[in-house]
């Protein structure tokens, strides 16, 4: 167990001494989340009799955050996987995970009686989850340990830790991370400059978001236009449907060999009302008009169950060699994060061809702690290009 110098300092103060919220909040990769595969065991292991819940935004980001990287060091005996119960074994007990990002999550807790919480990304979940959580951590001696990057200074969570004095809140920046090269620190910096996620991010700081949403391609937009499609070693669509008032749209993205480049290919874009035939119609032909490419996955908004059916039975019927999913549905802050950081990278760059695509990476801007998102802009063509990249998003960063 190596921690660094503020981990051992959390460590011994929620461990030996905790307040019945231990909250860790701060930059990326600066530790915050590495100090909570330890310290749930520890308390999970100690616990007396009562539920016991781990939440997250979803149960799939709880499997990438906490899950995986334990099961890694502890092994899959002691750390288990998430049955379509929803009920997880961890360390000798029965343990409820659950999705919060939408209000419904919260039946899922009513009648509990928590003595211990762990909840990740909370700044993400649904604020009726967390007000059902508060209700359910009703002995004496429950605890609840969590973390999340910082959001908009107004957000309710942040007014709930301001508002309670049962709260151990610890602030983490990218520089408490001690384990992190120089060099790494400074390109994180770097990719995040002149944007909220800096404040947010490096600084850990609670920060109001403001004007552009990706100001670097925004202010030199032919910067990452590119002719150069060339070396792609295999590529994903993602599928945004539209409804009132919105577009339907597709993105082709594809990667270079070691993902050195995401590049925007091919899009799709109509404000028209379209029916289920001819949205199945339209990325059958979407698809053949790029089989020079190796077109590996399509990723579909996964709110139209309905409508991904169709597409899946559409693809099988017409022998195309893609397989159909719904889209994974991170936060949006961390798809955000994402592709600020490929800009930053100069990893980044759009096809001449997808204006569109173009066009919502130059508009996108902020709307309070939200992205704005009221038919003014193309919030589709983000949405499709997100949905193709989601699947990849941890190993292209890693790359």
């Not at 009703?138 to 004095?165: I, M, Q, Y």
């Not at 597409?311 to 017409?318: D, L, P, T």
């Amino acid at each position: 167990m190596r921690f660094t110098e503020k981990q051992y300092d959390v460590w011994s103060r929620t461990i030996f001494a905790p307040k019945r919220w231990n909250i860790s909040v701060g930059a990326v990769r600066s530790g915050k989340t590495h100090l909570d595969y330890y310290r749930i065991p520890y308390r999970i292991l100690n616990a007396g009799e009562g539920g016991i819940a781990i939440i997250g935004h979803t149960t799939g980001t709880l499997e990438r955050n906490i899950l995986s990287p334990m099961r890694k060091i502890y092994g899959a005996r002691r750390v288990g996987r998430i049955g379509g119960s929803g009920k997880v074994q961890l360390f000798g007990r029965t343990c409820t995970a659950i999705g919060a990002y939408t209000a419904a999550a919260a039946d899922k807790l009513r009648g509990m009686s928590l003595i211990y919480c762990y909840g990740d990304e909370i700044t993400t979940w649904s604020r009726e989850v967390f007000d059902m959580v508060k209700s359910r951590l009703d002995r004496p001696a429950s605890v609840f340990d969590g973390s999340c990057n910082p959001e908009s200074p107004t957000h309710w969570f942040k007014a709930f830790l301001d508002s309670t004095d049962q709260a151990d809140v610890t602030q983490f920046t990218i520089e408490d991370n001690t384990y992190l090269s120089r060099e790494f620190v400074d390109t994180l910096k770097a990719e995040y400059s002149g944007t909220v996620l800096y404040d947010r991010y490096i600084l850990g700081n609670w920060k109001a978001a403001e004007g552009s949403v990706y100001p670097l391609i925004a202010n030199a937009p032919r910067e990452y236009i590119t002719d150069d499609t060339s070396g792609i070693m295999c590529t994903d669509i993602g599928v945004d449907f539209g409804g009132t008032g919105s577009a339907t749209a597709f993105s082709l993205v594809g990667y270079t060999r070691g993902y050195k480049r995401v590049v925007t290919l091919d899009e799709y874009y109509t404000k028209s009302p379209i029916t289920p035939a001819d949205l199945e119609r339209e990325l059958v032909g979407f698809v053949r008009r790029n089989a020079r490419y190796n077109v590996h996955d399509i990723y579909c908004d996964s709110a139209e169950q309905l409508l991904i059916r169709g597409i899946r039975n559409a693809c099988a019927r017409e022998r195309l060699p893609v397989e159909v999913h719904g889209s994974r549905k991170f936060p949006i802050s961390e798809r955000i994060a994402f592709y600020t950081a490929l800009i930053g990278q100069r990893r980044f760059f759009i096809s001449r061809s997808c204006p569109h695509t173009l066009e919502a990476f130059c508009t996108a801007v902020y709307d309070g702690e939200r992205r704005l998102d009221d038919g003014t802009v193309n919030i589709d063509s983000l949405d499709a290009q997100e949905y193709a990249t989601e699947a990849r998003m941890r190993e292209i960063i890693d790359s």
